[in-house]
């Protein structure tokens, strides 16, 4: 998120990357994982930076060349060092003439969620709408206003279910479960089934209403929530229209979504159905890590 209001907003990166590279993202989380060509590909990359300990996180920035030869790294969001990095890569780099394309041997399936046949694919994005102190930090000041992104995704058999006016039980708890979190500030804790404790969700006339309880046993972390939303069918008996607000008050954080804001402070979510213009539609959804089963049976 700070990356998308610092390095990816400065025309120079932008021009760069356009003119002198081929860009590619990735979630390192899947990747330094996978068994296959793709992943044995990414380890040699990143077998050469500061970040070649395959157990830690390798998140940042890597240049390299089609053969994987690393070419830069950094973990700095200032756009100056990065522009800096690019024109200097682009220097050294001298193009390989005898390169033999790389070609996909295999595929490691456990780290490859396919949106299931008939599924839909849902946007989602939260941001905190208050409680932050007034900063002139520019950091902190992009921190208090990011709005995340992720997706989530609804089954054939469970829109067939909303049409007959009945939110099935699995759907209701990937939402809660999955979705309603912080996830303003980096990677959120999901919550666990014991920390569900109390929800109601139902359609009506393509209306759908509901409320939320989620809380930690230790009360650290919670949120309390009104669900309000449009649905829309299509011909196929498909989702052609799904529009979901939460409206609510968080508390707490995880350990990858520090420094909330103090005490109970107002979280906005909006779930909105994609059209598939956005590359983003094709990630999978971060509660499906390592573990597809459990987040559409949860």
Do not use: C
């Not at 990816?8 to 296959?36: P, S």
């Not at 900063?135 to 989530?152: G, I, K, Y």
């Not at 979510?269 to 573990?291: E, K, V």
Request: proline share 6%; no cysteine; charged share 25%.
């Amino acid at each position: 998120m700070l990356d998308r209001a610092s390095t990816f907003a400065d025309q120079e990166v932008l021009a760069l990357l356009k003119d002198k590279f081929v860009a590619v993202a990735i979630d390192q989380w899947y990747t330094r994982r996978q068994q296959d060509s793709e992943g044995e590909f990414w380890r040699k990359i990143a077998g050469q930076s500061p970040r070649s300990d395959f157990r830690q996180t390798q998140q940042g920035l890597f240049l390299a060349g089609a053969d994987g030869s690393l070419l830069g790294f950094t973990n700095n969001r200032g756009p100056e060092r990065v522009r800096g990095l690019l024109q200097q890569a682009a220097r050294d780099y001298t193009p390989l003439a005898d390169l033999k394309p790389l070609e996909r041997q295999t595929t490691d399936a456990k780290y490859k969620a396919e949106l299931p046949p008939g599924a839909v694919v849902v946007r989602v994005r939260a941001r905190v709408d208050g409680g932050y102190a007034p900063t002139d930090d520019r950091w902190e000041a992009m921190f208090q206003s990011a709005v995340s992104r992720d997706n989530l995704w609804i089954t054939a058999e469970e829109q067939a279910a909303l049409a007959q006016g009945i939110v099935p039980e699995a759907l209701a708890l990937r939402i809660l479960r999955f979705h309603l979190v912080d996830n303003t500030r980096g990677e959120p804790p999901v919550w666990t089934k014991e920390e569900v404790r109390q929800w109601s969700l139902s359609v009506a006339d393509g209306q759908l209403t509901g409320t939320a309880h989620l809380e930690t046993a230790d009360g650290s972390r919670g949120y309390q929530a009104t669900l309000r939303g449009e649905l829309a069918w299509g011909a196929d008996g498909g989702l052609s229209q799904f529009h979901l607000w939460v409206d609510g008050q968080f508390w707490g954080s995880g350990p990858f979504t520090r420094q909330p804001p103090p005490g109970k402070f107002p979280l906005v979510i909006a779930f909105s159905l994609a059209d598939g213009t956005d590359a983003a539609d094709a990630i999978a959804p971060h509660g499906s890590r390592g573990w597809l089963d459990g987040y559409l049976k949860p």
